[in-house]
């Protein structure tokens, strides 16, 4: 389902309040690894204030988990202290074929409420370790993919779509940066106003590192900003308060209400006077505990003249659903859109 029209997430952080020295000190570690699926068991959480918990089901052992093809990346791991939001932890999936005859876009991806809980160190990690992000970057190096890649939870039609895409035109690549997503400054009404913190810091100290320590392209029209749950309720907040950083902003299964489409949608018309060329897509499913909000979020904006993508897919609101649709979704997503190739 799709809305086009001429109209396309407690406790505040001790160190809130404090604004950072210059330069902020950040400690940098690499390695090189190749994809494969993690077998870390995902910790039983709530994807918002109010949602029940996310269904958390363990890693299924499974040759196909371990596909041919390409996949090898560079990891970087970069620990900023002091900054708006408190301690952050960044974990970078560089594609290995990129360098600076090869740069590549940039999405900034947000995880869910329950790697928030693990702390900086390892909830950064969550889209790499509890969704299965190297896998999702093996297959679609090597497609065709398929239900058993989507965790059962593939809608036919659009499969198809996604799968003559890639016969025709490969999955090029994106830098994937995966910061903590701050849960105490997220949750409730103060996430309206304390997500500001959260944008700042991503757009004026953690952009800048990402342009100049990868072969990022480094343009704020080729970087993204996406999440999923309580990180699409971050993502959203955070394009629409510095949309002049973002050529894509998205969101899969953001963590809002239905009462929260209004004042968001006057923030997306805001957001698209000030960069026209945003583009704008969310994500639910049919079992999502957000698909009613996500959906009114999504008409909100067409009525107020926002075009956005509105997409609906199988799946319930779950581990298996990030590990599945979602990885892909966003990876995909991001492929095209900063490239301003079609997207499906």
Not at 168 to 179: F, K, L, S
Not at 222 to 240: E, K, N, Q, W, Y
Not at 252 to 265: S, T, Y
Request: proline letters at 9%; charged letters at 25%; aromatic letters at 6%.
């Amino acid at each position: 389902m799709k809305y086009l029209a001429s109209l396309v997430l407690v406790l505040p952080l001790s160190a809130c309040d404090q604004k950072p020295p210059p330069g902020a000190r950040t400690q940098n570690t690499a390695a090189t690894v190749t994809a494969a699926a993690s077998i870390d068991p995902p910790s039983p959480s709530a994807s918002a204030s109010s949602a029940p918990p996310v269904v958390a089901s363990a890693p299924i052992a499974d040759p196909h988990d371990v596909p041919k093809g390409d996949g090898k990346y560079h990891e970087l791991t970069w620990r900023f202290e002091d900054t708006k939001v408190g301690d952050m932890s960044v974990v970078v999936v560089v594609p290995e074929n990129a360098d600076d005859a090869h740069k590549l876009p940039v999405v900034i991806a947000m995880h869910g409420q329950g790697e928030a809980l693990k702390g900086p160190k390892k909830g950064a990690r969550g889209w790499v370790d509890d969704y299965w992000l190297p896998k999702a970057l093996r297959r679609l190096h090597a497609p065709p993919l398929n239900d058993r890649d989507f965790r059962g939870r593939a809608d036919e039609g659009r499969l198809a779509k996604l799968n003559e895409r890639l016969a025709t035109e490969p999955y090029h690549g994106v830098i994937v940066v995966c910061p903590y997503t701050p849960y105490r400054i997220l949750k409730g009404e103060r996430a309206f106003t304390d997500a500001n913190l959260l944008a700042d810091f991503l757009v004026d100290e953690l952009i800048p590192k990402i342009y100049a320590e990868t072969p990022a392209i480094g343009t704020p029209a080729t970087t993204g900003v996406d999440g999923v749950s309580l990180g699409g309720r971050a993502s959203v907040l955070v394009g629409l308060a510095r949309p002049e950083a973002f050529g894509a902003l998205g969101a899969l299964q953001p963590a809002f209400d239905v009462q929260d489409a209004e004042r968001l949608a006057k923030r997306a018309k805001a957001a698209r006077e000030k960069n026209p060329k945003l583009t704008i897509r969310l994500l639910t499913s049919d079992g999502d505990y957000y698909l009613d909000s996500t959906k009114a979020i999504s008409k909100a904006m067409a009525e107020v003249g926002v075009d956005n993508t509105l997409d609906v897919v199988p799946g319930d609101h779950s581990y298996d659903f990030n590990r599945g649709p979602g990885v892909y979704e966003l990876l995909f997503f991001h492929d095209r859109a900063l490239r301003r190739e079609p997207v499906l």
